[in-house]
């Protein structure tokens, strides 16, 4: 029997009841519970000679001893969850561990199996007993709960919802042609598996939210409304596949019209794009490969036309040319080619460089007015093809020192190109002689893509996932600014509209949620946590050093080191007197504060983790604190005196000022059948107690009711994460949520509505520009799963727009290969 247990007395050092499927299966499974164990026998052996030595000095009282908080400990056990409640006849000390060479049984008494598999009422200093990858995780049920608890109870979903209000970051550093400028004054880009439409005048974004993984490639129609967005494949919780597409939707009321390539495609969609009308020519299909394909449809009609084998190599760009429809263009690795469209067949002719020297990788296309190709390459030259041919009819050699990155064809007849590693924007004349010439900052990184905006507007995208405006003549502003890797670390001030986000691309940002924008930024980090004034900022580091900064001028206060291994938390009491930092070296340094924060002194450290401290809470008080560690331990300390708390009776009724621990009893029902301890990176609780917001990793955020007391409980569930969920946090007055992601590397801002004011909503955007659903419960599909549901047809789409082209292209992508 393995699961959730409530038990009316402490945990007791008897081990659990076990059966055959309880037993470690692997090696290092076995191991960690053995090293668990004996760190667990350590740890109570000497909270038994503490607790001896205070009953000698005082005298012991008759009767049973006082109660003593149980430890987790190792005991084997199934990954799967049951639920059963304990009967006051019985207790887990009843139970016998058999030994390893025999079979396991249970040794109890028949009438302890049966309190075991019985439902039964829970009386006072009662647990609830989870397992997490065979260890039992014991959770204490406050007194006022314990005479009603029952495991049977079902839970309610929250009255609230949340809703994708803003996103922060945009991906640069891995694709190309990505960031358009639309007639409705937004700009258009993607990060994660958010298609965002910006609004840089009105400081408004939307988003289109069809995706259930990474968004790769985005190509705007000729008539500047639909939009092609192209996915990776990906996998979902339960480890069914979820193949790569494309999706085409309405960027006026963000629907999706067609889905395109549900089982054809492998591994992801790589390059999308459209033709400006269409050619007359009837479906057909060619033998598929291993390599890069090139594949024409039919978007309208969801049928693919033609399909051919491109290239052995990287493609990087596969785009239709604009003034005609039979001619696509190719490029990547060495190569450059020419397709021609005709009588229902794709043909290609490669590009001739003839006399020059022919580049590692062409990086990047545009057409010019009179119909001419220009190429920039991984050697910083500018090729110009003639119109229909494949031949190089003029060359700017050295264009840039490094490669060509981004090209751009204005309406003026010049041309914009924007370099790598000179990160240099240049203008070039209708002859191709340089007028003006700007550098973006080092900050921003290489261009990655360049964008014609409204008069000599233009927006630049980067490798480093940020977005400049400006032009050529007066330099360029930060419009966007993402994370470059992973980030982890995330904390709301306590009275602002701000938080902070910390990432492995050595950048701290400090954000305005009200701005959108970066407030300041610095070192590399991992965690960070405000001092209750808001005032001075604790930001954890991955090399066990740790900053307090002034959140108001900036400054670095000081520099402290515990260890040399990541500061997984950092944490002030509620009442500013103490800052606990947690670290992967299984230890919580405990400092007195001073002088609003700005003065620490080392008061001693907490040790009996058996692993990295996870997560940690403060009392409301400040009295004590309670940490989770990466073998499942629930611990409690005082910060006095950095001693273990083992009464069960001391913490058991403690009111908890946060509740990020991710294991608890307030939060256990979080964990969904199966979990296996590393599910869940993240929880939060709303400042007012009534909400829990969880960060898994399977790329989805989960708003359930608090207390979260009951197994498995009901939650509404959204996506716009395309990997996993890293950190979540409430702002201080509890009406935005925000949401870190792994890979992805963005931050989810999220408005949180009640239940009237969401209906509200949906009768206003039903008039006009509704968006598509972000959530439901978790009892039903995932609405980003394609096949979920049915998907609007293009009728109306159609007849808005009657001369509508109909082809599209697309690239699909094998294998992985470098790109530069």
């Not at 979820?242 to 009321?253: C, K, M, T």
């Not at 005032?535 to 108001?552: F, H, K, M, N, P």
């Not at 409301?620 to 499942?632: L, P």
Request: charged share 20%; glycine share 10%; proline share 6%.
């Amino acid at each position: 029997l393995s699961g959730f247990l409530p038990s009316l007395s402490p945990p007791t050092s008897e081990p659990a009841p076990t059966d055959t499927a309880s037993l470690p299966r692997f090696p290092e499974d076995e191991l960690a519970v053995l090293k668990a164990a004996l760190a667990d026998a350590l740890r109570r052996l000497r909270a038994c000679e503490e607790q001896g030595a205070a009953l000698r000095a005082r005298g012991t009282p008759k009767g049973r001893a006082p109660p003593r908080l149980g430890t987790t400990r190792s005991g084997p056990g199934p990954h799967t969850h049951y639920f059963c409640p304990l009967t006051p006849s019985s207790s887990v000390s009843a139970l016998e561990r058999p030994s390893h060479q025999d079979a396991p049984q249970w040794r109890g008494t028949p009438a302890a199996l049966s309190a075991l598999t019985s439902g039964g009422v829970l009386a006072e200093e009662g647990s609830v007993k989870m397992f997490l990858r065979g260890r039992p995780v014991p959770m204490l049920i406050p007194d006022e709960l314990a005479p009603t608890y029952s495991l049977d109870t079902r839970s309610e979903l929250p009255s609230s919802r949340l809703k994708l209000d803003w996103v922060y970051g945009y991906r640069g550093r891995d694709c190309r042609a990505n960031l358009y400028l639309l007639p409705t004054g937004e700009i258009v880009y993607f990060v994660a598996s958010v298609a965002v439409l910006y609004s840089v005048e009105e400081q408004r974004q939307r988003h289109y939210l069809g995706h259930n993984d990474d968004i790769k490639c985005l190509a705007v129609h000729p008539d500047m409304v639909t939009i092609a967005t192209g996915q990776v494949a990906g996998t979902t919780k339960e480890g069914k596949p979820l193949p790569p597409h494309v999706r085409v939707w309405d960027s006026v009321s963000l629907s999706t019209l067609h889905v395109l390539g549900l089982g054809v495609f492998d591994r992801a969609v790589c390059c999308v794009g459209f033709s400006k009308s269409v050619s007359p020519v009837p479906p057909s299909l060619l033998d598929e490969s291993n390599d890069h394909m090139l594949s024409v449809w039919d978007w309208a009609k969801e049928a693919k036309v033609v399909d051919g084998k491109c290239s052995n190599e990287a493609v990087l760009v596969a785009t239709f040319h604009p003034t005609d429809p039979t001619l696509l263009i190719t490029c990547g690795k060495s190569h450059i080619y020419f397709w021609s469209l005709e009588g229902g067949s794709l043909s290609k002719r490669q590009g001739l460089f003839e006399k020059h020297e022919k580049p590692k990788y062409v990086l990047c296309v545009t057409f010019l007015e009179g119909g001419d190709v220009v190429t920039g390459d991984s050697g910083g030259n500018l090729y110009v093809w003639g119109k229909g041919g494949n031949r190089i009819t003029q060359a700017v050699l050295g264009a840039h020192d490094g490669g060509v990155f981004g090209l751009c064809a204005l309406r003026d007849g010049t041309l914009v190109s924007g370099g790598g590693r000179d990160r240099r924007v240049v203008l070039w004349g209708s002859d191709y002689s340089k007028l003006q010439e700007v550098e973006v900052p080092e900050d921003f990184g290489p261009v990655r893509t360049v964008a014609e905006g409204r008069e000599d507007m233009l927006y630049v995208g980067t490798t480093r996932n940020s977005i400049l405006q400006g032009s050529v003549h007066t330099g360029f502003s930060l419009l966007v600014q993402g994370h470059v890797e992973e980030l982890w670390g995330l904390a709301t001030h306590p009275s602002r509209a701000q938080f902070v986000t910390c990432g492995q691309d050595k950048l701290v940002h400090l954000w305005s949620a009200e701005s959108h924008q970066p407030l300041w930024s610095r070192d590399p980090a991992r965690s960070a946590g405000f001092h209750p004034s808001g005032s001075v900022l604790a930001v954890g580091t991955v090399t066990g050093r740790w900053l307090l900064l002034d959140t108001e001028t900036h400054d670095l206060v000081a520099i402290h080191t515990d260890g040399n291994e990541q500061i997984s938390v950092v944490s002030f009491s509620p009442d500013g007197a103490y800052l606990t930092v947690g670290s992967h070296d299984n230890l919580v340094y405990v400092y007195t504060v001073d002088q609003g924060g700005r003065k620490v002194s080392r008061l001693g450290k907490c040790s009996g983790h058996s692993s990295f401290i996870t997560h940690l809470d403060w009392a409301q008080d400040s009295s004590c604190f309670v940490t989770n560690s990466g073998d499942y331990e629930i611990l409690y300390w005082d910060p006095a005196t950095c001693k273990q708390i083992t009464s069960a009776d001391a913490v058991r009724n403690v009111e908890w000022a946060t509740a990020t621990c991710v294991l608890g009893f307030g939060v256990f029902g979080i964990w969904s059948e199966g979990a296996d301890g590393t599910d869940i990176n993240a929880v939060a609780r709303s400042h007012d107690g009534k909400l829990l917001a969880s960060a898994d990793d399977f790329g989805k955020v989960h708003l359930f009711s608090y207390p979260c007391c009951q197994p498995r409980a009901l939650s509404h569930k959204y996506g716009g994460h395309s990997s996993h969920v890293t950190n979540v946090a409430f702002l201080w007055d509890d009406s935005v949520a925000l949401t870190t992601g792994g890979k992805d590397t963005s931050v989810l801002q999220w408005r949180v509505r009640d239940s009237q004011r969401e209906r509200e909503h949906s009768r206003v955007s039903g008039r006009g520009r509704s968006r598509l659903p972000a959530e439901e419960p978790d009892v039903g599909l995932d609405p980003a799963t394609p096949g979920s549901r049915p998907e609007p047809k293009a009728d109306a789409q159609r007849l808005r727009y009657p001369g509508a082209p109909r082809l599209f292209l697309n690239v699909k992508k094998h294998r992985s290969h470098f790109s530069p």
